[in-house]
């Protein structure tokens, strides 16, 4: 594929370049200058003798060495970032009088990261997880930073508890065992006590916990907040972002084998979509609800644990974010960038979500203990595109020299400055909101419906989105030892679904048991709290919310899909040849999978280059498979069974296959034989058709075979 021109350079791009270091063609030296003619052996007494201590050379390279690591994220550790901007349709000024949301004229610069939540830095990129998807908007008035989650809803409701889920989730403290995982123990131990959980928790038991690409999941604020317009007017807010190429997702079996066939599958995957000018893009939705509209729903709108159904009040697409440009360096940028909820910009605001509360202590307090100082601002990924100035001052790491006597407000010997801003120069000033309130610590009762939009979750899935879904169950509780866990768990997800619940317990070997010790909900509060706020039975104020079903998602692109060519040394250049323009035309990757590596020669006598040789790859890591025909490539594949389980596993996982004239032999080998009617099997039959397959995604239907495909 032909790589893109890159798009003009933002801001923010031209302030990094004044922090880029290029070594080409530059000599080797010290911290210090000092040009380097050996940086290959220590400074001995004799040439076998011991090392000196004078070499200081040797200590300033091990010393930094020794230093390299910093801590990584409590969570969120495994990140992949990417820089690009947000270009807005049209003006929002009735909502708000942000420059990013009023200025249709601007290409605000963004940096993106997208994340796992409870594996280590090292961790593989398929885990059933949450994934993070923080943005930061480099914005004329100052760094926004929309830092939220691909699920619309979070675990807990307080921030207080956040410690506990980490905790919980978290590989257990005594042998540190799971990594990246929840199917165990201490995970379910808390849920099963915890109900508030069981929103994010079934969206983490769906194949949004698995998804295809960083690039086709949604994103989303999660906390309500304020949109604040210049006449002092707020609206609340919920922010989406949603992919053009559609939400889709692997499944369970797929993820497992991804994991050790690639574990930096989307990494690679955002890495390669960026190289080769397939820019990844969102458009930024909002859902307003006017302030006196807050007590209208049948949840609270401070409740992080409840989404607004779109079916309830509609998103409305403002704007684009695009990314289009790879970070120069992993550490400098996607490492040390620090996002803080408190970034925000006038024209945007809080509210009292106590989750969204407890956040805006937590990000800046994290980032004194992994990146070492209050200047972490000052870092080159981190500071903002306006001038910034203030009294704060000295600390470590102190890059900046800050002129002039004065260092405190107000003074006459600096002249008054730096000097305030009036709210009509752009100053930030809180939404005045009224607060008339006892101080009490306690839950408020609107927040105590725990199972009815699980319930709606579930119930707006397609069925085989709910076939993954009590698969997950069965595969987390299964992995659990204890069976009070068990149990109890089996008894919450009835609560949500009577037909789940039977479901995952047959996998289980259980029974759904008709009662559980009392309280159901033992994470609330003091002891006359726990006994006043337990969940209350599901209602249902929506039969279904077709948004939530990634059946109800975008099937028109081919954009990005990885197409396994399977092909050996006499393959038909004809057949390739015009199935690869179809394909490459409407953005899709071929590979050239073949017995060895090198270079293969077609049926013309020409040479290809080979991308992979089948041992060195798998079929999961493909979204189609295609066989060209050619007697002696495909009597050459044949002779390598890896080929045959490729095309199964391609078939087993429900994608599209194609094959042309002799390709159709290498099928026969295969299970795709006795199913060659299947809607997304192609034999001889024009592209058109194989193209559309691909975009479907998968062939669900196919899976009523495939359960009895051993593969
Ligand atoms: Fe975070 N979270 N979080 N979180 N979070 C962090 O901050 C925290 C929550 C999210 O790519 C940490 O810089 C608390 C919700 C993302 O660098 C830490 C609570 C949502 C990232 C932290 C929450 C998120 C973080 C760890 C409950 C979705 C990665 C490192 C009150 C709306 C950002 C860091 C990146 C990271 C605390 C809940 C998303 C410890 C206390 C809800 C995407 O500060």
């Known amino acids: 594929m032909k790589k893109k021109k890159q798009d003009s350079e933002t801001k923010k791009i031209s302030d990094l370049k004044k922090s880029q270091k290029d070594p080409s063609g530059k000599p080797l030296t010290t911290n210090q200058g000092l040009k380097v003619n050996d940086t290959n052996n220590s400074l001995k007494a004799g040439e076998r003798g011991a090392t000196l201590l004078e070499d200081f050379l040797l200590r300033e390279k091990i010393t930094n060495f020794d230093h390299e690591r910093i801590p990584e994220r409590i969570v969120h550790a495994r990140g992949s970032g990417a820089h690009g901007y947000f270009e807005l349709y049209e003006s929002i000024e009735q909502y708000s009088k942000a420059g990013i949301f009023t200025d249709t004229k601007r290409k605000t610069p963004v940096f993106v990261r997208f994340s796992t939540v409870a594996g280590s830095k090292g961790s593989p ?67 099963s006590h915890t109900t508030e959980t069981l929103h994010n928790h079934i969206w983490a038991m769906s194949d949004r916990a698995i998804p295809r690409s960083f690039r086709m999941m949604e994103g989303f604020g999660i906390h309500t907040f304020r949109l604040i317009n210049k006449k002092g007017e707020a609206h609340f807010v ?65 409740d992080p ?124 000033d809180s939404y005045e909101e009224r607060i008339d309130a006892k101080k009490i ?59 789940l619940a039977k479901k995952v317990a047959e996998g289980l070997g259980m029974k759904v048991p008709k009662k559980i010790d009392q309280p159901i909900n033992q994470a609330i509060g003091a002891d006359a709290d726990v006994k006043k706020h337990q969940p209350g039975k599901k209602k249902m104020y929506l039969d279904k919310a077709p948004a939530l079903s990634m059946a109800n998602t975008k099937f028109d692109s081919i954009a990005t899909r990885q197409i396994a060519v399977l092909v050996a040394d006499g393959f038909s250049m004809k057949n390739l040849k015009s199935t690869k323009k179809a394909l490459e035309n409407d953005g899709a990757m071929m590979k050239l999978i073949a017995p060895q590596g090198g270079t293969i020669t077609c049926d013309e006598n020409m040479e290809h280059k080979v991308d992979a040789a089948i041992m060195t790859t798998e079929s999961v890591l493909f979204d189609a498979v295609y066989i060209p025909g050619g007697k002696k490539s495909v009597k050459e594949l044949m002779k390598q069974a890896k080929f045959m389980k490729f095309v199964n596993e391609a078939f087993k996982h429900c994608k599209a296959i194609a094959a042309d004239d002799e390709g159709e032999e290498l099928l026969d080998a295969t299970f795709v034989a006795d199913h060659k009617d299947d809607t997304a099997v192609h034999i001889n039959k024009k592209v058109e058709a194989f193209k559309k397959s691909i975009a479907n995604h998968r062939n669900w239907d196919r899976r009523k075979v495939t359960d009895s495909i051993p593969v």
């Open 125 to 191: 990129d398929l885990a059933r997880d949450v994934r993070g998807f923080a943005v930061k908007f480099y914005t004329e008035e100052g760094t926004w930073d929309l830092v939220g989650n691909n699920m619309p809803i979070f675990f807990i409701q307080d921030a207080m508890k956040f410690p506990d889920l980490v905790h919980s989730v978290k590989p257990e403290p005594n042998n540190e065992i799971p990594q990246a995982a929840s199917a165990h123990d201490t995970f379910y131990d808390f849920v």
């Open 238 to 302: 919920k922010f989406h972002w949603k992919p053009t190429l559609g939400v889709h997702s692997v499944t369970w079996e797929e993820a497992v084998k991804m994991n050790g066939a690639d574990a930096d599958f989307h990494r690679r995957d955002l890495w390669e979509a960026i190289d080769a000018g397939q820019y990844p893009e969102w458009e930024l939705g909002i859902q307003i609800v006017p302030e006196e509209d807050e007590h209208k729903y049948d949840f609270d709108l401070l």
């Open 305 to 428: 644990t409840k989404l607004i159904p779109e079916e309830l009040v509609p998103v409305q697409k403002i704007g684009k974010m695009t990314l289009n440009r790879n970070p120069e360096n992993f550490f400098a940028e996607t490492e040390q960038v620090a996002f803080l909820p408190g970034h925000i910009v006038p024209g945007i605001d809080f509210t009292n979500d106590p989750l969204l509360q407890g956040r805006l202590f937590s990000y800046r307090d994290t980032q004194l203990s992994r990146l070492g100082s209050p200047n972490f601002h000052q870092i080159p990924i981190n500071r903002p595109i306006t001038e910034t100035h203030n009294n704060q001052r000295d600390g470590h790491m102190q890059t900046e020299i800050p002129k002039g006597q004065t260092a405190y407000f107000p003074n006459t010997l600096g002249g008054g400055c730096p000097h305030l801003s009036k709210m009509a120069e752009g100053a930030f």
């Open 441 to 499: 610590r306690t839950r408020s009762d609107s927040f105590s419906d725990h199972f009815s939009q699980p319930a709606l979750f579930y119930r707006s899935l397609a069925d085989w989105e709910q076939e993954h879904v009590a698969g997950a169950y069965t595969f987390e509780l299964g992995k659990c030892k204890q069976d009070h866990i068990k149990e109890r768990m089996l008894w919450l997800i009835n609560q949500i679904d009577e037909d």
